[in-house]
Structure formats: C-alpha cells, structure tokens
C-alpha cells in the first residue's frame, strides 16, 4: 500500500518567514497531489490541486511543487491566519491517502 | 455558492447503528461525486466513502466495508452514510465533501463543517 509521509510534523515560525512542507509517497504518483489547510475545530480547506494549481480564492504566497515521489508547499511570507495544520494528499492510486498532517505553529 | 451541510451525529454504543445525512446545493449535484471523509479526535484525515453521480458506483475504505454503505437522492441533492456494527474506533467527526475531478480516488473542494459520532458505552 501507499505511504504519504510529510515533514516535519510541527515548525514554528514568524509572520513573514517563509515556511516549506515536504510530502513523501512510496510510490510515484505523478502529479496527483493536492494540500489542505485546517484550523482548530474547522474543515480542511483545499489550497493546491495537481501539485501546482492554487485553488480559487487561495492567495498567491501559497505555492506547490515537485513531482514522482516528493513533493512541497511553500507559504512565502506567513501571515497570521496561515498559522493551521497542513495535509498533503495522494489521488493517483484508489483509496485516497491523506499524509500525517504538519502543524506550523507561532514561533 | 456551493454548500455542503451534515446532520445525523451523535453517540451510540458499540455495534449500535447511526445515520448521517448531507445536504448539498449551490451545483449540479448529480455532476459529482460525494464522499465522506473523517477525523478521529486529535487525528489525521482518513477518506471513507463515495459515491458516483448516478449513485451506481460506490467506494469504500477497507476499514468500513461492510459496515457503513453510502447512497445518495439526487432528487433531493443529499447523500448520506449508514453506520452499522459500529466501533469505538469509528468515533470521529465525519465530512461530506465533494470531488473535483469526478474520479474514485480525488481531491475534495468543498467539505461540510463535519458532524460528530461518538461510539461508547
């Protein structure tokens, strides 16, 4: 079976730092990716689809890459509502796998 | 704007049964595919279920087959999960959420705000 694995589970940072969480699958996966954002007792939210494309309304400082096997978000320059738990997510092979989650945190 | 709305959560007892309902609007709701998704207390997200748009077509997690069954009325733009044989593992808060790409294995756009089950005794 798939293993999506991300890194790191936790980060603190400072508003304006800029924040990079890796995604790992065991498999390849092409580019059947995406991330979410979740706050405290809140739904995830999708930010990133097809490993790159920002959904509608996600702002711009909010990036994925890579492809195959590895994979990141990237927060530019964090802001105060950007503080959540993020999750990246397989959809390449049935059933859909969501990784551990990696929580950033103010620093 | 599209809207996703769970009902149906609550607490019951080991290998009790439980119905959760999901009422969408705001899209053609026969277009997508509907799953449920669920977070386990201080957990991660594991998907559960789906369902195509004609309903002829349902997926499930191995950890629920054969207990939970999806369905879907798409004269009333609702799907909805029956839980059966419950566990105490199976305590969580479950989300509706819609597919984008129309596929078994998606990404999810829109979500509910999640109802919570509860399963003790």
């Known amino acids: 079976d798939i293993q999506m694995t991300q890194s790191p589970s936790s980060v603190s940072a400072s508003i304006g730092d800029r924040v990079t969480i890796t995604c790992r699958a065991s498999q390849p996966i092409s580019s059947w990716l995406a991330w979410y954002q979740q706050k405290p007792g809140k739904a995830p939210r999708l930010l990133i689809y097809a490993t790159s494309t920002l959904q509608t309304g996600v702002p711009s400082r909010f990036s994925g890459s890579g492809s195959g096997t590895e994979f990141t978000l990237s927060i530019s320059s964090l802001q105060p509502e950007d503080f959540a738990t993020y999750y990246c997510q397989q959809a390449n092979y049935f059933p859909p796998l969501f990784g551990g989650g990696t929580k950033v945190e103010i620093k | 704007e599209v809207q996703v709305a769970e009902s149906g959560g609550g607490l019951v007892q080991p290998g009790g049964s439980l119905r959760l309902s999901c009422a969408a609007s705001g899209f053609t709701f026969s277009d997508y595919v509907m799953n449920w998704v669920r977070q386990a207390p201080g957990q991660g997200l594991e998907w559960v279920s789906g369902i195509r748009g004609d309903g002829g077509t349902t997926y499930y997690a191995d950890s629920v087959k054969g207990r939970l069954t999806i369905s879907r009325d798409n004269s009333k733009n609702s799907v909805f999960l029956q839980m059966t044989s419950l566990r105490v593992e199976d305590t969580a808060v479950y989300y509706c959420?819609?597919?984008?790409?129309?596929?078994?294995?998606?990404?999810?756009?829109?979500w509910g705000q999640g109802t919570l089950v509860a399963v003790s005794s």
């Open positions: 959420a819609r597919g984008a790409a129309g596929s078994a294995s998606d990404w999810y756009d829109f």
